[in-house]
């Protein structure tokens, strides 16, 4: 199990720019797919970014292509999502996810992928 805390969540204005972090710790992180995922109340929780074990292959939902960036740095264990062109819609609570790849260059999607979980950091988009 490897345990995750994200960090960097805030308000912010339409159009502003945030970034999240999320450090891991307890297990191996290069051995560890990543994925962001977001909830907002009486939602179901959905996928907004994934990325591969070696950060080659990165993978995003069509509602933040473009205007989202997953990165990693393994040396650091640890997952980043640069978040510009913010929208209200955007607003949410924000949860890192890894899951043990064996692949080092596939990304997932997909709650069920995911196995590990952080507490997850609140965005507030005001317009």
């Known amino acids: 199990q490897v345990q995750l805390v994200e960090s960097g969540g805030g308000l912010v204005q339409a159009g502003g720019s945030l970034r999240l972090s999320c450090a891991a710790s307890?297990?191996?992180?290069?051995?560890?797919?990543m994925g962001w995922f977001r909830q907002t109340p009486g939602k179901e929780r959905e996928f907004v970014a994934g990325i591969s074990r070696s950060g080659g292959t990165t993978y995003y939902a069509d509602s933040v292509k473009g205007r989202f960036t997953i990165s990693r740095d393994n040396a650091k264990s640890s997952v980043y999502l640069q978040m510009n062109s913010l929208k209200p819609e955007d607003t949410a609570v924000y949860y890192c996810?890894?899951?043990?790849?064996?692949?080092?260059?596939?990304?997932?999607?997909?709650?069920?992928?995911?196995?590990?979980w952080g507490q997850g950091t609140q965005v507030t988009v005001s317009s």
């Open positions: 307890g297990r191996t992180f290069s051995m560890y797919a």
């Open positions: 996810a890894a899951k043990f790849a064996l692949s080092g260059v596939v990304a997932y999607n997909g709650v069920e992928n995911y196995n590990d």
